[in-house]
């Protein structure tokens, strides 16, 4: 291995420099039972994060247009308590947050089932925390849905 194939494997990643050594990790899902593809396959980290996206500006139009009165410093503080209203509320009723209704995600509990009520709420505070959801596995479960048993999948 010359210096290039070995700097090429640190930037990539150690995933990419396991598979070069003939590890094989399957696909994002398969240890879970998931498809690869389609409806019920892991949801894309972009589409993830988009509906994240999504979900934090709407609750801070709502914080913003209805209880700041015009200060934006108001309104982040509210945008917290909201997003993280507006997540218990939509994940335990429907399984998706309008962001991830918009992306066409839903969350499962590995199972396929709905999460209840207390593992949504579990789930939300360590979302809130945010160190949790920025630590994956290989499937990329953050750690918030790992430790209610959750996964994000496709609509």
Known sequence: MDKREALGSWISGPRAAAEQMGADFGYRGERL???????????????RVAALFIDWALC??????????????????????????????????VACTPGKRIMRLRLVRVDGQRLGPLAVVV???????????AVWDRDTRGLHDKAVGAVQVRM
């Open 33 to 47: 039972g998931l498809p690869k593809e389609g409806p019920g396959s892991v949801a894309p980290v972009g589409r």
């Open 60 to 93: 801070l139009l709502i914080a913003y247009g209805l209880l700041s009165h015009g200060s934006t410093t108001a309104a982040n503080n509210w945008t917290f308590a909201i997003f993280g209203v507006v997540s218990v509320l939509t994940l335990a009723t």
């Open 123 to 133: 789930r939300t505070v360590l979302l809130l925390l945010v160190v949790p959801a």
